[in-house]
């Protein structure tokens, strides 16, 4: 069964999910992020810029198989675009992913915002109707420290 988190409180879901991003690969983790196309095209571009001596490899999800094979991020819209083995799913949408249950963990990233924070409401929601145990981070109190 997939392993779920959320990461509840964070101020800037694009530039958190940066730093999540950078510290996966770091540890050898394979990770497709699934979002809306804005928000894809500006973590495109801002993964190019965490930190002067980082480069966090990734594609977008109309790359051929043989780029996201190599690829230790895949930006998609939809979890049908990744043909290679991803083991972790980050959300950073709205909604729950479709097909996330063939990932062996999935991230919801949850920023501050009332509407962000209602639909991840939601989410949870379903996830736990569906018998899944969650695991909450609240990135608040991680500040507070």
């Not at 770091?26 to 804005?38: H, I, K, L, P």
């Not at 230790?72 to 709205?94: E, F, I, K, S, W």
Request: hydrophobic share 45%; aromatic share 8%.
């Amino acid at each position: 069964m997939t392993e779920l988190a959320f990461h509840f409180g964070a101020p800037d879901k694009l530039a958190y999910a940066c730093r999540l991003l950078r510290k996966a690969v770091r540890g050898g983790a394979r990770v497709a992020v699934v979002a809306e196309a804005t928000a894809l095209a500006q973590l495109d571009v801002d993964l190019w810029g965490v930190s002067p001596t980082d480069f966090v490899p990734h594609c977008i999800g109309n790359a051929p198989p043989a780029v996201q094979a190599r690829s230790a991020v895949v930006l998609v819209n939809h979890t049908d675009q990744v043909t290679a083995p991803y083991g972790v799913l980050v959300n950073l949408g709205a909604d729950v992913p479709q097909g996330f249950e063939k990932f062996d963990r999935l991230i919801e990233v949850v920023s501050t915002d009332a509407a962000d924070r209602e639909q991840a409401r939601n989410r949870w929601r379903l996830y736990t109707g569906q018998g899944y145990a969650i695991i909450r981070h609240d990135l608040n109190l991680k500040r507070a420290d």
